[in-house]
């Protein structure tokens, strides 16, 4: 190692788009992923942690011939001068898991992963380049009774984790619907205008129906005033698309038959709506109603990456948005079906299905329903009334820590016995346990009720002041029964 | 995006020294983690989740002159060629963190960090890339209350996941008593011979006092027959770092009094003892004895990083190596007092104490004893014993789980029962439900004890097995509770 040159200090910020979290962030956060993992676990799937770092081989997507992985991702040379990435996704890694551990694995294998994945994105309000995903998937079945597995387990996971019934619902929907959809439509299946029918099927949230027709035939004029080019279908030919999209109906029946209709005789998509009925009789059998999982042919996301039935989870109350207008909060999870992912390391398909929750959405809209648990109580505080006796504070705190008491003893200088109130206060304590030498010699310590103490600074009157009711002088020895006796006053 | 060319089939395999967790693996850590985050909690730590991911100048210990950094890390370059990097530990992005939000945080601020870090070196057997590291310190106070607070959360921390009192010691040192030992063997604060001293003291775990005591004057014959050259010290100059590490005595007054001969007038060496005296006061004042944690002169891991005390927590029980040689289990946890690592960033002196534990190691270290608590028993599996009877069985399966049973329907091929189960005998699970189209008609299902039928299928004779006790047909409306009865009875 070459020797360190002088250099400037270094700025105390982490990379752009990266961030820290903080106590109850990060509390609230693990608290989530424990519910959540609860019911994987319930459901049979098992925990897989795979490492951050990949070869960019085996995440894939990337080009042998150029000098550096696309962006995207966050990607170096190891020593060997192989390419290593950090993961994108925690899907791309199941793939080689189960590719290079398949022989020692169930069949089928349902595994849950949680955890950070990185993208190389240029990072905006709000979008972070390292966020959290928990993901469920079985892999090696074709069987939908997995795809309606875990739409049941989606819905579940959203009531277990607070989200009350009737707050959301599961969206289903099918590609191999669409399929037939392109398939009646009589269009050749390799050809670039499929590709350009699904892009604009993508644009279905955004345009609506007659934005979807007009993409589809001769054209639209955007809000913003610029004229977008059609695919150049006619309107014959587009009525299928828009068929499928606005199939869906009060009734589940009535919707199968609407499907029926844009796929005419379709075989593909025969197929997939007969998926699509199974689904929906495999989650009435458990329980599941049209209030919690339906059948929806206008649910588009993802339609272009899966291969059978794909998933949607929205939450449909409303917030307020940034700019102050009502809207729903929006899709917090999706998922589906790809049958492929497997195949490019083993050359066999491997059929798997599975989903994604998008966590720290998923806590922002409880965080907006008032529905975390709070866990940003502090510790009590052991003030320092002399240096000297810290030895008699330390016993203090570990009779309260003993005693099952989130406790600490003040460690800041000591001088300043404000300071030490201000240290509680920003570390939103509870208690304040006080003991000078008058104190100790008469073997008795004073406990503050900090949040009683703050409601009478706000409005106590000199009189009421001077009573302190929220300071209780206590023998050493009830020290612990008056915190708790405060504590649980506090809680309620 | 260039057009992607056809490629060879990847390999399923993870970067080399990277590897993947399973089930219990994964389980186990994260109630370890769980029980850990417990008691640092309780000690009025708050959590911290900084990013894994650092800019190269915040993580210091790089150079600016050079085309990569140095190894040791993973470090590549953003867009704008800012050099980027995984954390090597958590202590240095709390470096970071503290300094950039110190405004916002009280002092002190007692954080605690669990997660991975990642390594840039050579792989080897049990040695990984990426490992977990689970750390708490307190920053801002230089008070030697915070490192025997440190000490005693250590204590209470090996003790609350599992290590029994006597299986382990927290053993105490100082910095500063070497730095008066150096001093009063009048050698240069600024010469490398201070460093030779340092560098060999480190050695003492493995060569013991006489090999210390060689190495510091004229070298020595090491077990491969080669020579080391020595410090070159006289023999009475060597004798104060010898009185040093052989300073422990039965009891801390008498150790103390070692140490004074040891330091003789050094001020700094004065200052170090009784920093330790110190700490062994507070400790028995919160009711931690020397059988829990000791000040132990011979401590010499981290004297070289660390500026005050350092502190070690060993294992004492035995095990047996790969080679079958009995051994103590050895370290599991150090840290100590640095009181510069902040000043990189802000110019000013902040001190900082804390604790790093090696969760995987400590992992092994209950596994070794036997203490880890089996996480690993399986779901109930509903079999499939007619395919088109599907929606029977999710509603079973629902039935299970709405009762908190962990269970799943099985979803392979369900053509050859046998593999039904020998898929629940992979998958560990306890009950088979198993209900045939006759069993249907008579609203009736079978139950299979798994456990009990293993039992039996080792040591049955054929009119046992004839018998089979471990299956019984009850009421579909009876499976959950007979489900139940058999779950508490394997779990006895």
């Not at 022989?103 to 992963?113: E, H, S």
């Amino acid at each position: 190692m070459a020797k360190v040159k002088k250099q400037p200090r270094p700025k105390a910020l982490p990379p752009k788009g990266f961030r820290d979290y903080f106590g109850s962030e990060v509390t609230e956060r693990k608290h989530m992923l424990d519910q959540i993992a609860a019911v994987y676990h319930r459901y049979g799937f098992e925990a897989l942690e795979s490492p951050a770092v990949e070869t960019v081989e085996a995440l894939g997507k990337f080009l042998p011939d150029v000098d550096r992985p696309n962006e995207g991702v966050f990607a170096w040379q190891d020593e060997d001068d192989s390419w290593m990435a950090l993961r994108y996704d925690l899907t791309a890694p199941l793939a080689r898991v189960y590719a290079q551990h398949r022989n020692d694995l169930p069949t089928p294998y349902r595994r849950y992963a949680m955890g950070p994945v990185w993208r190389n994105e240029k990072p905006g309000p709000g979008r972070y380049r390292q966020f959290y995903q928990c993901d469920a998937d079985t892999v090696g079945t074709a069987s939908v009774a997995a795809d309606a597995e875990i739409c049941a387990m989606l819905s579940d996971t959203l009531e277990h984790v607070g989200i009350p019934r009737g707050d959301y619902v599961v969206r289903v929907n099918n590609r191999k619907v669409l399929n037939g959809v392109l398939e009646a439509m009589g269009l050749p299946e390799e050809a670039g205008v499929r590709d350009d029918v699904l892009r604009t099927i993508d644009k279905f949230d955004k345009v609506g129906e007659e934005g979807v027709r007009q993409l589809l035939t001769k054209g639209r004029l955007d809000a913003s005033g610029a004229y977008i080019d059609g695919v150049g279908l006619s309107e014959d030919q587009a009525e299928p698309v828009i068929a499928f999209l606005t199939s869906k109906a009060a009734d589940a029946a009535k919707t199968f038959e609407n499907l029926r209709g844009a796929v005419g005789t379709s075989r593909i998509g025969a197929e997939g709506i007969a998926e699509l009925e199974q689904i929906g009789d495999l989650l009435a059998a458990g329980g599941y109603g049209a209030e919690r999982i339906e059948i929806d042919p206008s649910v588009v996301r993802g339609l272009g990456y899966y291969t059978g039935p794909v998933f949607e989870a929205e939450l449909t109350f409303e917030i307020f948005d940034e700019k102050g207008r009502k809207r729903q909060f929006g899709s917090v999870s999706g998922g589906g079906r790809y049958d492929d992912l497997v195949k490019r390391f083993t050359g066999q398909p491997v059929p798997a299905t599975g989903v994604s929750i998008g966590v720290d959405r998923l806590l922002a809209a409880l965080r907006e329903k008032g529905r975390i648990r709070s866990t940003a109580t502090g510790p009590v505080v052991v003030t320092v009334m002399d240096k000297a006796r810290m030895a008699d504070y330390q016993a203090m705190v570990a009779e309260l820590r003993n005693a099952g008491i989130r406790a600490e003893v003040y460690l800041g200088n000591p001088k300043n016995f404000g300071n030490q109130l201000k240290y509680a206060d920003m570390r939103r304590s509870p208690v304040a346990i006080i003991q000078g030498g008058d104190e100790a010699e008469r073997g008795v310590v004073q406990v503050k009720d900090l949040v009683l103490g703050a409601k009478i600074a706000e409005s106590a009157t000199l009189e009421e002041w001077k009573a302190q009711p929220a300071q209780t002088e206590v023998p050493l020895g009830d020290m612990v029964a008056e915190v708790r006796r405060i504590l649980a006053g506090s809680e309620g």
